[in-house]
């Protein structure tokens, strides 16, 4: 079971990695080539066309949610019994995490986006909340 979870937190790490290599793509070369000029981008985005703004919001959403998913998942392995429960939300987790991640940098419908969010914390609501009972209603760790 701690090889699948160490494989779900693989695979949102990689999710935030490929969400900063594709933004870096659609920056670097605008400044580069001169069409985004450094001064207009040192204090905020909005300089950026759609889609690079659409890539770096998705990047910092990366870090707020899934920081929970982190910890959850190392509490999960720390405790030493990590279960299907544990895999299978931690699963979901991901998935939605990705669904949430396309809706945002293609056609970014609200809607979706917000949908695919909301399942993504209902579903670590419940790893958290299964994670403290099962830590505390345990004889000992």
């Given at each position: ?67 929970l ?13 990590a279960?299907?429960v ?56």
């Amino acid at each position: 079971m701690e090889k699948l979870l160490i494989l779900a937190l693989a695979a949102q790490a990689l999710l935030t990695v490929s969400i900063l290599v594709w933004m870096g793509m659609e920056r670097v070369p605008r400044v580069r080539n001169g069409e985004i000029a450094m001064a207009e981008i040192a204090v905020d985005r909005d300089a950026y066309p759609l889609k690079a703004r659409l890539l770096s919001n998705n990047f910092d959403n990366q870090f707020q949610l899934p920081v929970l998913f982190y910890v959850g998942v190392m509490l999960a392995l720390w405790s030493g019994g990590a279960g299907w429960v544990e895999v299978i939300l931690s699963g979901l987790f991901v998935v939605l995490r990705y669904v949430h991640a396309g809706v945002h940098v293609t056609t970014n419908h609200v809607f979706r986006r917000f949908g695919a969010y909301f399942a993504g914390l209902v579903v670590l609501g419940l790893l958290w909340v299964w994670l403290v009972l099962r830590i505390v209603l345990a004889p000992s760790i």
